[in-house]
T-cell receptor, first 114, second 117 residues
Framework: DQQVKQNSPSLSVQEGRISILNCDYTNSMFDYFLWYKKYPAEGPTFLISISSIKDKNEDGRFTVFLNKSAKHLSLHIVPSQPGDSAVYFCAAADIKAAGNKLTFGGGTRVLVKP | DTGVSQDPRHKITKRGQNVTFRCDPISEHNRLYWYRQTLGQGPEFLTYFQNEAQLEKSRLLSDRFSAERPKGSFSTLEIQRTEQGDSAMYLC???????????????FGNGTRLTVT
């Protein structure tokens, strides 16, 4: 039972253009969402998060959008840079539950071409 | 470096052997988590500690797995009688529970890659 899904396993984009990564969730108890970035041989690194009381959060080149009614969130990277090439994981949590346990999607591999 | 540290980075073992991994969290973090990641998948929750107390275990954590955090600082994850299906990346993460509604993001280590032959 995949509660968090990233339906695009990979994405290729030209340097300078926008990267859009999508994520869907099924558990209506989730109220906090995060994006992590992972380089090979390293652990996931926190990028950006959004609470369910917001529909947008921005941090530099990264913007996360949340559509609660559709149970959908997306990550926009503008402009994309070659150093952004990595695997991106969407994660969700029910912060009312103990532990702040994260449920991850399967990841999207992004390749930014120079 | 004050990040999450895991040891060893790689472990190759034969089926049936026991293995133990260590995680040193960020020093001021009171929560510690273990996750497992297999190829092409996202990390899956195994268990977590609040200080030295193990508060939740996933159904993925069979009886052959045991985790400890004896003094509320470092943690160990032991797998007994390893099986080939245990081959995966084992990730440790830590966070600070400040007691508010703010959800402190998990900070991950670089993982221990286990290969069971």
């Amino acid at each position: 039972d995949q509660q968090v899904k990233q339906n695009s396993p990979s994405l290729s984009v030209q340097e300078g253009r926008i990267s859009i990564l999508n994520c869907d969730y099924t558990n209506s108890m989730f109220d906090y969402f995060l994006w992590y970035k992972k380089y090979p041989a390293e652990g996931p690194t926190f990028l950006i998060s959004i609470s369910s009381i917001k529909d947008k959060n921005e941090d530099g080149r990264f913007t996360v959008f949340l559509n609660k009614s559709a149970k959908h969130l997306s990550l926009h990277i503008v402009p994309s840079q070659p150093g952004d090439s990595a695997v991106y994981f969407c994660a969700a949590a029910d912060i009312k539950a103990a532990g702040n346990k994260l449920t991850f999607g399967g990841g999207t591999r992004v390749l930014v071409k120079p | 470096d004050t990040g999450v540290s895991q040891d060893p980075r790689h472990k190759i073992t034969k089926r049936g052997q026991n293995v133990t991994f260590r995680c040193d969290p960020i020093s001021e973090h009171n929560r510690l988590y273990w996750y497992r990641q297999t190829l092409g998948q996202g990390p899956e929750f195994l268990t977590y500690f609040q200080n030295e107390a193990q508060l939740e275990k996933s159904r993925l954590l069979s009886d052959r797995f045991s985790a400890e955090r004896p003094k509320g600082s470092f943690s160990t994850l032991e797998i007994q009688r390893t099986e080939q299906g245990d081959s995966a990346m084992y990730l440790c993460a830590s966070s600070l529970d400040a007691g508010s509604s703010y959800n402190s993001p998990l900070h991950f280590g670089n993982g221990t890659r286990l290969t069971v032959t």
